[in-house]
């Protein structure tokens, strides 16, 4: 069995960014920003992750209506990686968490 499934709450890093697909379909994009939190030596450490979301359709709409940078959010989705070459020809990667449901 496999699993593919993300749960992430925290902070926008961003507005969310809204294109049009080929298709018509709407895209929003944003970053966001959790916290890992925990105790070394009787220090408290953090740690932040920053997060790229991808939301698709209704969600994107949703998403660029509601959601702004500095907001918390929840946000389940899928990771997916993808690649491409920039313009100098350098192969780049980028791990994105593409969102089936934003609160």
Do not use: C
Request: proline content about 3%; hydrophobic content about 35%; charged content about 25%.
């Amino acid at each position: 069995m496999n699993l593919n499934k993300v749960f992430l709450i925290g902070n926008l890093t961003r507005d969310p960014e809204t294109r049009t697909l080929p298709s018509g379909q709407p895209v929003a994009s944003f970053g966001l920003a959790t916290n890992r939190n925990w105790t070394k030596d009787g220090q408290k450490q953090t740690q932040a992750e920053f997060h790229n979301i991808v939301a698709f359709g209704r969600l994107a709409e949703i998403a660029s209506q509601y959601l702004s940078r500095g907001k918390m959010a929840y946000v389940e989705g899928r990771l997916q990686t993808r690649s491409w070459q920039d313009k100098d020809g350098n192969k780049r990667n980028r791990t994105e968490v593409i969102a089936e449901r934003v609160q």
